[in-house]
């Protein structure tokens, strides 16, 4: 089992930057690929970025390329994603999640086995 649990949300201005967190624990997830999602009320749960543990890939929606960077810090057992020049458009609950096919980047949710409670991000225009 992996448990999940993501920080960092809160509220910033159109343009500015926030940084999201996903601490790891219950199991190594160094065989896995972890990613994040985003999900506005009423609506699909939306691809985000995803990184092998194992070699550092990385693919992102092509909304957020050249504004966010998925990375991850083995010591620490934590993904992060950095947000710069944010849009009102992203604003949503951001999600993190591990599945277990490393060798594989995930861009859909039935892809993950673990999940996160989310945190939110708000952009104010």
């Known amino acids: 089992q992996v448990q999940l649990v993501e920080s960092g949300g809160g509220l910033v201005q159109a343009g500015g930057s926030l940084s999201l967190s996903c601490a790891a624990s219950g199991s190594s997830v160094s065989a896995y690929t972890m990613g994040w999602f985003r999900q506005a009320p009423g609506k699909e749960r939306e691809f985000v970025a995803v990184i092998s543990w194992m070699s550092g890939s990385t693919y992102y929606v092509d909304s957020v390329k050249g504004r966010f960077t998925i990375s991850r810090d083995n010591a620490k057992n934590t993904v992060y994603l950095q947000m710069n020049s944010l849009k009102p458009e992203d604003k949503d609950i951001y999600y993190c999640?591990?599945?277990?096919?490393?060798?594989?980047?995930?861009?859909?949710?039935?892809?993950?086995?673990?999940w996160g409670k989310g945190t939110q991000v708000t952009v104010s225009s």
């Open positions: 999640a591990a599945s277990r096919r490393g060798t594989v980047l995930q861009t859909t949710p039935d892809g993950y086995a673990y």
